[in-house]
Structures are given as structure tokens and as C-alpha cells.
């Protein structure tokens, strides 16, 4: 039986991700604070769902704190480490930005060191769409220079793919990181756009709409986000012997066994269509709230997957419509 750490594992992705590998036979510790950046009782519900599995281990404990992550990693010697945990969120960097120091940087860190002290065949690691940040020519391919990230949030994800590729380099340490593409479905985050809006239409409150509307996103469905991490598992990069090796469009490094991968659904859909799918699949008209757009956000998201399908085989497809409505008939089954 194959062993994987899931850090973040009551979260959002964490505990999908969690799930499936479960489903397909794996030992899985979960590695989560549940901290109160939003409503703990979701977190709490994740993992009880979790704790129905004997395979099952969960660990409350930070990123942050001093040899928790080095100690479980030389205990357990994980097989794969897929690290899912940090702090989330383009708004809240903004203000607090100690927290992303706390956890997205000190974190990250002392992942990386226990890895290195304790290795393990494959390191997976959460990066974000907004790493691209000022870049306006999409589809955003994986091997274009990203260097003005537009939030502290996103910042601090860079810095995670930097910092990951100087590991990987100095010790051999396989990993890849992901660059997801505003995912949403069954047991999302209450601080995203889809969990406020249903909230919002159905107490009847206006919902906020940011750049008057005028905004596009790479909505990637949480099942489908979760079968690319399960797939990108068993495609380990290994170090090129030179960039000859390295095929076109793969952002694999040509010095480690490192490399960034999109994760979106390749269909950007505008804002205003997104919300027209909510009040379909509620049967609500919103009340429209429209602002200028935000501090640190972009207008537009666009995943090119090619080297994800490359590498897997597969791409991503569940329409906006369908999965707006699996998210809507949980919520109202989760809170009614």
C-alpha cells in the first residue's frame, strides 16, 4: 500500500484529493491546523467524512511549527507528499500579510528541509494562477517569464516555485508544482466568489460584482483539479542530462527534476455567464453590486493545459453549468 502525506487535507483540494486516494487504495495522513480563516465547522466536516476510512491518519498540527513537519516525515517516510496546505486568498494578503509569511513562506521551508532530511519518491506542491500576475497575452503557457505578481499572496507562491527549484536542484528532490485556476465545487471556500454569491441570493442580499463585471476566469472544477494532482503523482520529472532532453512547451528545469504545471479547465468563462449559471441552478435573480475592480487582482485567468495532457493523457472538461449546479444542490443540502 502506497503511503501519501496530503498537507491541507480538511481543506478545499486537500480533502478531495484526500478522498480519491483513498478510493484508490492509498495510506493517506492528513496534515492540517484547521485554523479560522474561515468557518472551522467546514474543515471539521471534511474530516470527519476522512475519518470513515481505517486508511486514514489525521495530524493537527502548522506548517510553521518548529520540526512538526521533519518529525512526521522521518516517522511516517510518506511515499508522496502532495502539500496543499498554506494560506489562501488574493484579499486577505492584503491585510494580513503576516500570516503568508507564517505559513506560505517559514512553511514551505520547513517542508522543504524535512524532505531533504527524509526523502520521498515525489513532492507535489500547490502553486497559483496568479503567479502569471501582470501578464496579459493568454492562453498563460507554463514556460512564460512570470516575475510582477500583482498580491502578496501570489508573491509568496513565486517565491514557494524558487525556493522548491533550488531544492530539487541542490538534493535531487523530485517535484512539481501546480498552478491551479480558480477552482470551485461541493465543499469550496467560503471567502470565494461562487460560496458568497449563493449565500448572498439566497438571504436576498446583493452580491458584489468587481470591474463592473468585466472579468474572465478559468473555473476549474474540484473533480477534475483532483484527477490532474492524481495523474501529475506518477509523472515524476527527472533531471535532464541537457535541454536537448527537454521537450517543447515542458517547463521542466534544465538543471533539476522540477517542473510547473497548469491545472484549468482551458475555457475561460466571463464573470456575468458564471453568475447567469448560478441564478439558473438556484432559480434567483441577483441583485448586482457592481465595483471597481479590487487591490491585487487581474481581469482574466486562461490555463493552457498542453503539458498537462502530455504528461497525463488528460484534460480537464466539466462545464461551468454542471458543475455550478453539483455545488448548488450540496450547499443547499449542507445547510438546510
Known sequence: MKKALVTGSAGFIGFHLSQKLLQEGFEVIGFDSHNDYYDVALKEGREQILKQSPSFKPIREKLETPNALRTLIGDEKPDVIVHLAGQAGVRYSIDNPQSYVEANLIGV???????????????????????YGANSKMPYVETVKADHQMSFYAATKKANEAMAHSYAHLYDMPITMFRFFTVYGPWGRPDMALFKFTKAMLNGDPIDIYNHGKMMRDFSYIDDLVKGIRLLIDAVPQRPASEADIAEHDSLSPVAPWRVVNIGNASPVQLMDFITALEDALGVEAKKNFMPMQAGDVPATWADTTLLSSLTGYAPSTPVKEGVKRFVDWYREFYT
Request: net charge neutral; glycine share 0%.
Open 109 to 131: 521551508f520547513n517542508l522543504l528541509e524535512a524532505v531533504r532530511a527524509t526523502p520521498c519518491q515525489h513532492l507535489l506542491m500547490a502553486s497559483t494562477s496568479s503567479a
